[in-house]
């Protein structure tokens, strides 16, 4: 098989005294679909944060697409790197958070615009219809000029989906992207997700959706305090688990 | 009592309260302030004279001098204390530190002290200078010279409000969420631009408010100029009474003027907050204090 698009080697984080990551081992292919499962507290958001270097890791390596994120590799050795080089690497990391995080001031649309025109440089009026592509590929053209004040949660969500698509990432991260939503918007979220997985994105999701795991992923992976407890297909995994905490957890969240 | 217990199905009358206790206090306040106005016909002021008095040259030149004062002073605090509130946030301890004390110092001394000590500069330092690396001057000048009343007033209360502003910017930077920093960095912008970009602009409401509040201080804290001799108002009416003795007529002429530029800036407050709290909030900083000005009544124009 080819080179992963993402690779975790080692992966370690500790915030003081207590160690969140003990060492994380992933790969992830382009095109495919992993998500994160686990009880609260496994670690889980936080080596999602490590990919795009959000949180700084203490140890072990996160390469994406061949590059060290975080690090220059010279000479055997990984020099970290500025914070402006970093925002660099972010470019192709797309990342959408359980609070999704837009920006109150902007409208939808000036939201998804913001990255291509301040970052990529795309003149404004081809960025304005790139975004209003993207928009209506969420469903949402018709609100492109509300403020995210305006916008139900689960509207902000697919905004916040369009505004990282709109930076053309080659790997794009969930963070728990519907737990933060009322039961009846998770399902316009994960649809335009599901959408999102069967066009081919490569994507990383934290999520305690086991329907969406059990459809749309590729590979599922079980953290437990901190470590990666299984990995495996979503059939085989969700239904007949190895490990004792994975039983334990899935008859608790499958109840 | 058998009365009040028995319910009825047909419309009753409704019988309002009174409210006697509010007659009676507005009758208090009423006769208080007619006392005060009896007294104030029976003081011996030549109210005439106070007009008068508004239109002295003097008084022009003090109004001048108390609004330039105030504005260059207010504007030289916002820019340092953006500066001290990015350092108090710096990840280098030493910045942080720094920050922490130069806010200690400068708000915690008085500003009148502030003032007497950039006045009387030249005492402990003759000259100052900033040599070149091979020889000669960037600036080498007498402070006597360089430093005027007009100047040390001005740092003074620009540095003594810098202070403040750097408490008023850091907790406008605090009150905008750690993900909307986050959402910008994962979109790849730098931190220059996401504190330009996302951040400050919506640090703005909470910064504005009290920004504007301290404006109106800073009108008045220009008077303690009067004490080294830079002629704004309360020196313009000195100036004016030490001719004619007409001590209270000048002070008031002083007072109508105070009155007058802190009200003008009430009103501009109040629409900048408006400006900066509508829904168009794409806007740049410098497009909406722009848009605050256009719709003041003031300046309104017919076509608005």
Redesign the interface.
């Given at each position: 098989m080819s080179e992963p698009l993402l690779k975790a080697v080692g992966v370690r984080k500790s915030y003081g005294h207590t160690e969140v990551l003990g060492g994380i081992d992933l790969e992830v292919h382009k095109g495919q679909v992993v998500c994160l499962l686990g009880p609260s507290g496994a670690g889980k958001s936080t080596f999602l944060r490590c990919v795009n270097h959000l949180e700084t890791i203490d140890a072990g390596q996160v390469w994406v697409d061949g590059e060290p994120i975080g690090f220059r590799l010279r000479d055997g050795k990984l020099y970290e790197l500025k914070e402006r080089e970093v925002a660099r690497q972010r470019r192709d990391i797309g990342m959408v958070f359980q609070r999704f995080n837009l920006f109150g001031h902007r409208t939808a649309l000036q939201n998804v615009v913001e990255g291509p025109v301040r970052v990529l440089g795309v003149p404004l009026e081809e960025a304005r219809e790139q975004a209003l592509d993207l928009l209506d590929r969420v469903g949402l053209a018709h609100r492109a000029d509300a403020y995210p004040a305006q916008l139900s949660g689960g509207q902000q969500q697919r905004v916040a989906i369009a505004r990282s698509l709109a930076m053309k990432p080659k790997l794009m991260l969930f963070d728990e992207p519907t737990s933060a939503l009322d039961p009846e918007l998770v399902g316009e979220v994960l649809a335009v997700m599901g959408t999102l997985a069967a066009e081919g994105m490569t994507m990383v999701v934290v999520t305690h959706e086991m329907g969406f795991a059990a459809e749309a992923a590729d590979e599922v992976v079980f953290m437990a305090d901190g470590a990666v407890v299984e990995t495996g297909p979503p059939g085989e995994l969700l239904s007949s688990p190895k490990h004792e905490r994975t039983k334990q957890f899935l008859a608790r969240v499958l109840a | 009592m058998a009365e009040a217990r028995r319910s009825t199905t047909e419309p009753l009358p409704i019988v309002r309260r009174k409210h006697w206790g509010r007659w009676i206090s507005a009758a208090i306040i009423l006769v208080l302030l007619i006392l005060l106005g009896i007294a104030l016909g029976n003081a011996q002021i030549q109210w005439d004279s106070v007009p008068e008095f508004l239109w002295y040259r003097v008084m022009a030149v003090g109004l001048l001098n108390t609004v330039l004062l105030a504005v260059i002073a207010q504007g030289s605090a916002i820019v340092i204390g953006i500066v001290i509130a990015l350092l108090r946030r710096s990840a280098n301890p030493v910045a942080r530190w720094f920050a922490a004390g130069y806010i200690w110092l400068f708000r915690g001394l008085p500003v009148l002290l502030q003032i007497l000590i950039w006045y009387n500069l030249a005492l402990v330092f003759e000259f100052i200078s900033i040599p070149l690396p091979f020889g000669g001057y960037l600036l080498h000048e007498q402070t006597n010279v360089l430093i005027t009343a007009f100047t040390a007033a001005l740092l003074g209360l620009a540095l003594n409000e810098s202070a403040y502003m750097a408490e008023i910017v850091r907790a406008g930077l605090n009150s905008v969420?750690s993900?909307?920093t986050?959402?910008?960095?994962?979109?790849?912008?730098?931190?220059g631009?996401t504190l330009r970009?996302?951040v400050l602009?919506?640090a703005m409401r909470v910064i504005i408010p009290p920004t504007g509040n301290d404006f109106i201080n800073m009108l008045k804290g220009t008077s303690m100029a009067s004490v080294i001799g830079v002629t704004e108002l309360i020196h313009a009416a000195n100036n004016i009474s030490s001719n004619n003795l007409l001590v209270m007529e000048t002070l008031l002429a002083a007072a109508v003027w105070y009155m007058v530029v802190v009200t003008v800036a009430g009103v501009g407050q109040h629409y900048l907050e408006r400006a900066f709290d509508s829904?168009d909030?794409?806007r740049s900083a410098f497009s909406r204090a722009a848009k605050a000005l256009r719709t003041a009544p003031l300046v309104r124009s017919e076509r608005v």
């Open positions: - | 969420d993900g909307q986050e959402a910008a960095k994962s979109i790849g912008m730098s931190p631009a970009r996302v602009p919506q829904e909030r794409s």
